[in-house]
């Protein structure tokens, strides 16, 4: 059986090719329509934002992330605020009953005493925290 190409078929055969020219100017025409009849959105939807009090501090534990750092004069910072071993600790275990856990990155700075950061390390591991990270080791790398 082969294909006819040419416009003749007297033989009786079947016509195998299909015009397809009549069924894409119909899909045009319908997208078109389509097109022209559908309504632009214009509406908007109103939402009352909470307002950001400028004097209101920001919440002690970030649901994302919280950084823990440790400064030149010892002193612990969590995400910025001087804390103690002891409000470090109630910080550590509110995060880990939080879902997800958010990550806590450590960032001791390269002249800060080895026995504070050990302290600190302590109270993360007595916390058993899940999702721990060290930032800044870059820095230490070009000191030695």
């Known amino acids: 059986m082969s294909m ?11 016509m195998l090719d299909v015009n397809v020219t009549p069924l894409i100017d119909v899909m045009l025409v319908l997208l078109i329509m389509f097109i022209i009849t559908i309504p632009i959105q214009t509406h908007a939807v109103k939402i009352d934002l909470p307002v950001n009090q400028p004097n209101q501090p920001p919440p002690p534990v970030d649901p994302v992330k919280n950084v823990l750092s440790i400064n030149a004069q010892d002193q612990v910072l969590w995400n910025g605020s001087p804390v103690t071993l002891t409000q470090l600790r109630s910080y550590l275990d509110t995060t880990q009953q939080m879902n997800p856990i958010p990550e806590l990155h450590l960032q001791p700075d390269a002249t800060a005493r080895y026995e504070v950061v050990d302290q600190v390390l302590a109270v993360t591991k007595q916390a058993k925290v899940q999702k721990m990270g060290f930032v800044g080791n870059e820095y230490y790398m070009s000191i030695f």
Do not use: I, K, L, R
């Open 4 to 14: 006819q190409t040419t416009g003749d078929n007297t033989s009786g055969e079947p």
